[in-house]
């Protein structure tokens, strides 16, 4: 192999690697920043939650309630909502399918409560996939802009 063949090689080699170091780097912070953007959606959507249906729920507005679940429910990274009331028979379920086995699932209970008064309980499943699925098209993304 002549020198210049080698020298060309050797660099080829040097930026495959950075492109490679790069790429991982900028996944993780992407996942980190992303996670955290998704613990923050849930924990306000949580405390929404509590307080926008300790109303519907006291008065047993089952039609308010349904358009409140209906609401929260256009959140992708929600796939399951369940509320349950403690002393009564409102039962209100909405549920999806998982958009794809990438990701995990968060379940969170949130207790709703008016006054001293335990209403119910909303069981809520939020879903990682819409953020694995984003940093998979950068991942390809960032493997085909080396490539080029």
């Not at 996939?129 to 960032?142: C, D, G, P, T, Y």
């Amino acid at each position: 192999m002549k020198i210049r063949t080698r020298i060309i090689g050797a660099a080829l080699a040097v930026i495959v690697v950075a492109n490679v170091a790069y790429t991982g780097y900028y996944l993780d912070k992407a996942r980190d920043e992303a996670w955290a953007r998704l613990q923050l959606t849930i924990d306000e959507t949580n405390r929404l939650l509590g307080s926008v249906l300790a109303g519907p729920l006291y008065d047993g507005n089952v039609e308010q309630l349904r358009g409140d679940l209906e609401s929260f429910f256009l959140n992708p990274d929600i796939v399951r909502l369940a509320l349950k009331e403690n002393r009564g028979d409102i039962e209100i379920t909405h549920a999806r399918p998982q958009p794809n086995e990438l990701g995990e699932l968060i379940d969170r209970r949130v207790k709703i409560s008016r006054g001293i008064d335990e209403l119910g309980e909303i069981h809520v499943v939020y879903t990682t996939a819409n953020i694995e699925q984003r940093l998979a098209q950068s991942r390809n993304e960032l493997i085909l802009l080396s490539l080029a």
